[in-house]
C-alpha cells in the first residue's frame, strides 16, 4: 500500500511547514493535519486494502468521511471522521482509535463538568476543578454552555427513534429528591431492548414522583411513540402498576416474571429458617425443568408437599410460579437470557455508584440529567459490542 507513504510525507511536510511558519500557534492545524492522515491510514488497514486497491482480503469500502469539531489543550481541532461500508453483517464498524482516546476524554470531562453541575457544585468550583485535572482552562460561561448542551444531548438520546425489539426488559429503582423542603423518594424507570440485531440497548429512561400505574404508562407510551414495535416478550419483576400498564399499553405480550426475584418473594413465605436452602433449590427444580409440562408437573408436587406444613407457602407457589415460567418453550440461550431482569444489573450498578456520591437530588431533572448521562454510555458500548441474543436459533 504505497500512497500511505505518499500521504505520510506530504501530510509531515506540510505540518512542518505550519510549525515552522507558525510556530506553536500553528500546532493545531499540525494536529488537524497529522490526525487525517492516521485516521485514513487506521481505516486502510482495518479495511485490509487501500483506496482502488483489489485485495482478496478486503472486509468493506471507503466512504467519505464525517466532519467533527473536536476541542483539544491547543484547540479545536477540525477533523474529518473517515467513514466505511459494505462490511460484513454483524462486524463491528470502524473508529478510528486515535479519534476514539481523544472523544473519551471529552466526553469524561462533559461528565465531570455535568456530575458537578448535577450535584450543585458553584460553576467557580467546577471552572477551579477542571483546570487542575486537565490543565484545560474553561470559563463559567462555557460550563453553563457545556451543561446546557448535555442537557441537550441527552434529551434528543431520549428521544430517538426506535424500532423492532423483540424483547423488552423493564426494571424500576428509587431515588431521594428534595421537593418543597421534603425528602421524597423518585422512581427511576428503566426500559431495555434486546434489538432485532440481538443487541442490548437502553431504550427510555424517566424519572418520577407521580403514581406508579400512571408512570409506567407514561413510560411505555413514549416507546411506542418513538417507534417502538415488534415486542413479543417483556421481562420484569411485579412492579405496582406495571402489569395494569403493561395490559394498557401492550396488550396481548407475553410477560416473564423475573426468576431470580420470585426466588427471593418466595422466602417470605417459608415459616421456618431451616426450610429455605431446600425450598429455594426446589422452586430452581421447576425453573430448570426440561420443558413446560415437566415445570408443571414439579410445581404440582412442591404444592402438594407443603399444602399441610405451609399452607401460606403452598397457596403463593401455585399463584407465583407459573408467572416466571412464559420463556420455557424458548430456545436454549433465549430462555437463558430472558427469565431474569438480569441483564440490567451492570446499570443498576453503575447508577447506585453515581447516586450514591450525591444521596439527594435538589430536583428531578437533576437525577434524570444523571441516571440518562450514565445509561447512554453503557448503551453504546451495548449498541456497538457483542450480540446478547442470537435470535436466528430459534
Avoid at 418543597?180 to 429512561?205: D, F, M, Q
Avoid at 408437573?297 to 407459573?322: F, M, S
Wanted: some cysteine; hydrophobic content about 40%; overall charge positive.
Amino acid at each position: 500500500m504505497a500512497h500511505h507513504h505518499e500521504d505520510d510525507s506530504t501530510a509531515t511536510r506540510q505540518a512542518m511547514a505550519i510549525l515552522i511558519e507558525e510556530g506553536l500557534e500553528g500546532m493545531p492545524r499540525a494536529m488537524q493535519i497529522l490526525l487525517n492522515v492516521a485516521m485514513k491510514i487506521e481505516r486502510s488497514e482495518f479495511l485490509r486494502a487501500g483506496p482502488y486497491e483489489r485485495t482478496p482480503e478486503r472486509r468493506g469500502y471507503a466512504n467519505g468521511s464525517k466532519s467533527k469539531t473536536v476541542k483539544s489543550r491547543t484547540g479545536p481541532l477540525q477533523l474529518q471522521i473517515p467513514q466505511v461500508r459494505g462490511l460484513a453483517e454483524g462486524e463491528a464498524g470502524f473508529y478510528p482509535q486515535a479519534f476514539e482516546r481523544g472523544l473519551r476524554s471529552e466526553r469524561a470531562l462533559t461528565m465531570a463538568i455535568a456530575e458537578m453541575y448535577v450535584k450543585g457544585v458553584s460553576t467557580r468550583k467546577v471552572v477551579a476543578i477542571t483546570e487542575k485535572l486537565c490543565g484545560l482552562s474553561v470559563s463559567s460561561t462555557q460550563v453553563s454552555r457545556a451543561a446546557q448542551q448535555l442537557d441537550e444531548e441527552l434529551a434528543s438520546w431520549r428521544e430517538r427513534e426506535l424500532g423492532e425489539t423483540p424483547a423488552l426488559i423493564l426494571d424500576a429503582r428509587y431515588e431521594k429528591v428534595r421537593q418543597g423542603g421534603k425528602v421524597l423518594s423518585a422512581a427511576v424507570l428503566l426500559a431495555v431492548g434486546v434489538l432485532k440485531s440481538g443487541k442490548r440497548s437502553v431504550l427510555g429512561v424517566s424519572v418520577s414522583l407521580s403514581e406508579a400505574e400512571v408512570h409506567w404508562r407514561e413510560l411505555l407510551a413514549s416507546l411506542k411513540q418513538r417507534g417502538l414495535i415488534g415486542v413479543r416478550v417483556v421481562v420484569s419483576d411485579d412492579h405496582a402498576g406495571l402489569r395494569a400498564a403493561l395490559e394498557a399499553e401492550l396488550p396481548g405480550v407475553a410477560w416473564q416474571r423475573c426468576q431470580f426475584h420470585l426466588q427471593q418473594n418466595a422466602q417470605a413465605y417459608v415459616p421456618r429458617v431451616s426450610m429455605r436452602k431446600r425450598v429455594a433449590s426446589e422452586i430452581r427444580g421447576v425453573f430448570n425443568a426440561f420443558d413446560r409440562a415437566d415445570a408443571l408437573q414439579r410445581l404440582g408436587r412442591l404444592v402438594d408437599t407443603y399444602r399441610k406444613p405451609a399452607p401460606k407457602l403452598a397457596a403463593w407457589l401455585e399463584e407465583n410460579i407459573p408467572e416466571g415460567l412464559t420463556t420455557i418453550d424458548y430456545p436454549a440461550v433465549q430462555r437463558r437470557r430472558l427469565r431474569t431482569t438480569n441483564a440490567l444489573e451492570r446499570l443498576n450498578k453503575e447508577i447506585k455508584r453515581r447516586t450514591r456520591v450525591a444521596t439527594l437530588f435538589p430536583n428531578e431533572a437533576s437525577l434524570l440529567r444523571l441516571v440518562t448521562a450514565v445509561v447512554a454510555e453503557i448503551s453504546d458500548e451495548w449498541e456497538t459490542g457483542r450480540i446478547y441474543i442470537n435470535w436466528k436459533s430459534e
